[in-house]
Structure formats: structure tokens, C-alpha cells
């Protein structure tokens, strides 16, 4: 398995600004990913985080709104820009170590928007 | 487009009984199915993963089985603890090589004493 971080884990945030999550994975791994999971919902997929180059993007997200960076096999970064109180949410990481095999999560941001 | 149905009502077995959780699929079947613990404010923790050619998998308490013919998974756990008490989600992966997981929105699980 990995251990993964996330920080922060929790964050009150105003309406219109703009906040990054890190991800932090304690071992090199093939594919990291990045979900949101609103109150009472399951997870829905963001985007694929791509090493060193840009994010694939999910139908319904976009780069402009959730930009991501990868700049090595162990690290990744969401940014929810402009926000507003529809995108309070959990947002979470995960990595893949072997392509076909389990999928692990992080321990989620709790992001709430005033 | 895929949909994946888990029963949204919650489960209340009692302890030491067997708990079995659905997820059921339509349209194509997907290369490989998880299944998730998820604790309140918490991230998903991996249980198990099974494969399309895999009928059946144990670990511990727990097993799956994976039936392409009725596109269904079912979770069990047997002599269960009220320690089990968690949401139970099921995830399915397309694609070999993209990992890429759809969700279904989850069973609650509660186990009383």
C-alpha cells in the first residue's frame, strides 16, 4: 500500500478566493487522481494528475477552475479557484502503484465555503 | 452511460450475523471492481479488488464475488462486529491501463450489539 497526505485537511475559505490542496505520497507511483465528494454524495473523479504534463480533465471540470500540477511521481496539487459555496466539498487524492492494481486514497480536504 | 446501484437504505444486521452488500451495474462489464471502507469525514480505505475473470475473493472476514452474467458484485462480511459499522462503496474500473474508478453511491452498514 502507500501512506498519502494531504494538507490541509480542513479549510473555511470566502467566496471568490482561491485554495490549493497538496497531495504527498510516501513512494513513487504510476497515476495519481484527484476526486470530490459533496455532502451525502459519493466521489465523483476530477481529473488524472500527468506527470510533467497537463492534467486529463473529467466532463464537468475544467483547468481554469481546478488547476492541477504533478511535478513528480510522488507529488500533486489541486487548486479550487474563485469559489463559491457550491464547491464545498471533500477533495481527495489517489494513486495507483501498479497500473491495473488497488487504488488508494488520501484522507481528504473538508473545504467549506462562506 | 454506466450506472452503478448500491442500496442507499442503510443495513442493520446484528453482531455476528453475515452482511451482504449489492452493487449493481449496467451496460458493459468493467475490467476490475473494488469495494471501499469509508469512515464519516474520512477517505475511502481499499477492502478488495476483483477481477472480470475472477469469480469469487476472501480476505479475512470479508468476500466478494463478481457475476458478469447478472452485472453484480456482492460484499459480504461474516461474523460481523459493530466495529464494521461504516459506508461500504463499490468502484469500477473500464479501463486496464487508465485505473479510472466510477463510483456507486454507497451502502451504510450498521451492525448492533
Not at chain 1, 477552475?65 to 466539498?89: A, Q
Request: charged residues 20%; hydrophobic residues 35%; proline residues 5%.
Amino acid at each position: 500500500s502507500a501512506v498519502i497526505s494531504q494538507k490541509p485537511s480542513r479549510d473555511i475559505c470566502q467566496r471568490g478566493t482561491s485554495l490549493t490542496i497538496q497531495c504527498q505520497v510516501d513512494s513513487q507511483v504510476t497515476m495519481m487522481f484527484w476526486y470530490r465528494q459533496q455532502p451525502g454524495q459519493s466521489l465523483t473523479l476530477i481529473a488524472t494528475a500527468n506527470q510533467g504534463s497537463e492534467a486529463t480533465y473529467e466532463s464537468g471540470f475544467v483547468i481554469d477552475k481546478f488547476p492541477i500540477s504533478r511535478p513528480n511521481l510522488t507529488f500533486s496539487t489541486l487548486t479550487v479557484s474563485n469559489m463559491s459555496p457550491e464547491d464545498s466539498s471533500i477533495y481527495l487524492c489517489s494513486v495507483v502503484l501498479i497500473q491495473g492494481g488497488e487504488q488508494f486514497f488520501g484522507p481528504g480536504t473538508r473545504l467549506t465555503v462562506l | 452511460s454506466q450506472k452503478i446501484e448500491q442500496n442507499s437504505e442503510a443495513l442493520n444486521i446484528q453482531e455476528g450475523k453475515t452482511a451482504t452488500l449489492t452493487c449493481n451495474y449496467t451496460n458493459y462489464s468493467p475490467a476490475y471492481l473494488q469495494w471501499y471502507r469509508q469512515d464519516p469525514g474520512r477517505g475511502p480505505v481499499f477492502l478488495l479488488l476483483i477481477r472480470e475473470n475472477e469469480k469469487e475473493k476472501r480476505k479475512e472476514r470479508l468476500k466478494v464475488t463478481f457475476d458478469t452474467t447478472l452485472k453484480q458484485s456482492l460484499f459480504h462480511i461474516t461474523a460481523s462486529q459493530p466495529a464494521d459499522s461504516a459506508t461500504y462503496l463499490c468502484a469500477l474500473a473500464y479501463d486496464n491501463a487508465g485505473n479510472m474508478l466510477t463510483f456507486g453511491g454507497g451502502t451504510r452498514l450498521m451492525v448492533k450489539p
